[in-house]
């Protein structure tokens, strides 16, 4: 059977905007609430992203301390280099002429003294010897001053090296005849010393 609406016109209206209102409102609660989920998780990864910031300003800031102290160690590092630049120069000719003179007391024949000792560095880098040793000396006869000679060229001194005699004479002393002589020896590398090895730290810097 035909079903008959016995109402007005206006009331089927009326109706039809209230449904019309509601699906408005069912569809806007539905935006705001997708709103609302989506500024939840907007909000989840803000605080994320604020955590990730505050943990890389800290991690930065132990950097820039790390930095700063490594700073400091470079420039003990400078002053270190700067240093032993300092005593490399300083020392870069030293001689031992305690060993060299330790070394001529033991090796001196007993018939033999000297009466003087005079050094010299040599730094010329035309020549192989890296000083020189000059002495005046005496002895009681001529053989002597060739034990002198022998003495200075055996393996009993390393640092000695082309020993001559530059002049020999007889002379006095007293009412004894005695023979003065001058001898020259040029040092080799046994008689550099190694101050500059003990003095300055070994790092791995």
Sequence with gaps: MRSINLLPPEAHVKEQ??????RFALIGLVYVAVLTALTFIWQGRVTVA???AAFQ???NRLLEA??????SIESLVGEYDAN???METALADDLSWGRVLNDLGRILPDSVWLESFTGAVDSDPATSAVGTVQVTGVGFDFPDVSAWLRSLDSDRFPAATGTWVTSVAEGQIGSATVVNFVSQTSLTEAARSDR???RIPRTGL
Excluded: K, P
């Design 50 to 52: 604020e955590d990730d």
């Design 196 to 198: 500059l090895d003990t």
């Design 84 to 86: 032993v630049s300092l």
């Design 57 to 59: 300003q800290d991690a």
């Design 66 to 71: 790390q930095v700063a102290e490594f700073g």
């Design 17 to 22: 905007a209230r449904e019309r209102f509601a």
